[in-house]
């Protein structure tokens, strides 16, 4: 799976030592509990903030936010019980994997959508309160989540359809391909990613493009926002490895045999950890506004302590 296939798929043969697993465990926990500490005084900063209730490019940075949230700590959940429980319930397995799913393909599309919305207040400063509305920046993320549920949903349905209800109360390692495994959903995941991966860059591309040439004739926010747009693009790029991950298993078991397990778990920080853990840098802390009251929030929280 694109969450806990990289989620250090350690199976009997290539688990590591004692020492190596508790040194990856407290890397990813570490990494997992700073990340969501400052996403959440993002989100505290937002909550507390009424600036940003009315502004359409911070609600869809918050839900990118939340989303990370949600992503991270089910990651590294999966990623700690991979090495101490081994094998779970199907029925939890699959709920957890069903939830990371919704969360990873939720991350190119706010990507993109975020991507739009720099582009149409470069290149259409005077349309953009008409166009990007707070109900219409809602539906948007209504209908991303409703994109992901109709592209991962079916795995569910179809596997429900096809195992057993003894499945179900099985124990297995708890990776999308020991849940779902049909071959017509590796199929479908495959065909998925590619979808995703050429909308998403369309859109990159095409608003990039747009701004650079907007920003040459146009003001210091137009420059910003090209470079903004670049930074969206080197995310999704590291996105893009998560997709990649299921096709690159075969490669790094024949490349690296004696060493699959520290090449899964580099895939897992590039893929899973890295874009995660640049939102709170690019939309957060590289923002003037949000840094503002990010720091009158530090401040104040210093001051009574």
């Known amino acids: 799976m694109s969450v806990s296939s990289v989620n250090v798929t350690v199976v009997l043969e290539y688990r590591d030592s004692f020492t190596k697993a508790v040194i990856k465990n407290v890397i990813v926990v570490v990494l997992g509990i700073s990340i969501n500490y400052i996403n959440a005084a993002l989100i505290h900063t937002f909550h507390n903030h009424q600036i940003f209730y009315t502004n359409p490019r911070y609600i869809?940075?918050?839900?990118?936010?939340?989303?990370?949230?949600?992503?991270?700590?089910?990651?590294?959940?999966l990623f700690v019980i991979s090495y101490t429980i081994?094998?779970?319930?199907?029925?939890?397995?699959?709920?957890?994997?069903?939830?990371?799913?919704f969360t990873t393909e939720n991350t190119p599309l706010n990507l993109a959508c975020m991507a739009v919305e720099c582009y149409i207040a470069v290149c259409f400063p005077l349309r953009h309160v008409q166009i990007c509305t707070v109900r219409r920046t809602l539906m948007l993320i209504a209908l991303m989540w409703a994109t992901s549920m109709l592209s991962v949903l079916p795995d569910l349905f179809i596997t429900l359809a096809t195992e057993p209800l003894d499945f179900f109360h099985s124990r297995v390692f708890c990776l999308r391909e020991t849940v779902f495994?049909?071959?017509?959903?590796?199929?479908?995941?495959?065909?998925?990613?590619?979808?995703y991966l050429v909308i998403d860059w369309f859109v990159i591309f095409y608003t990039y493009f747009n701004i650079l040439f907007t920003a040459k004739k146009a003001s210091l926010d137009a420059k910003k926002a090209r470079n903004t747009i670049l930074l969206h693009g080197f995310q999704?790029?590291?996105?893009?490895?998560?997709?990649?991950?299921p096709q690159l298993k075969q490669p790094l078991l024949l490349w690296f045999p004696k060493n699959y397990s520290d090449s899964l778990f580099a895939c897992y920080i590039i893929a899973q950890v890295l874009p995660r853990s640049m939102t709170p840098i690019i939309y957060g802390l590289r923002d003037k506004t949000f840094r503002k009251y990010l720091k009158r929030h530090l401040l104040c929280k210093m001051s009574t302590q």
Do not use: E, G, W
């Open 86 to 101: 081994y094998k779970i319930n199907v029925s939890v397995c699959s709920i957890f994997i069903l939830l990371a799913l």
């Open 60 to 77: 869809l940075i918050l839900h990118l936010v939340v989303n990370d949230m949600i992503q991270v700590t089910l990651t590294v959940v």
């Open 181 to 195: 495994s049909n071959p017509l959903l590796i199929k479908k995941r495959d065909i998925t990613y590619i979808v």
């Open 236 to 245: 999704l790029l590291l996105c893009m490895a998560t997709y990649a991950t």
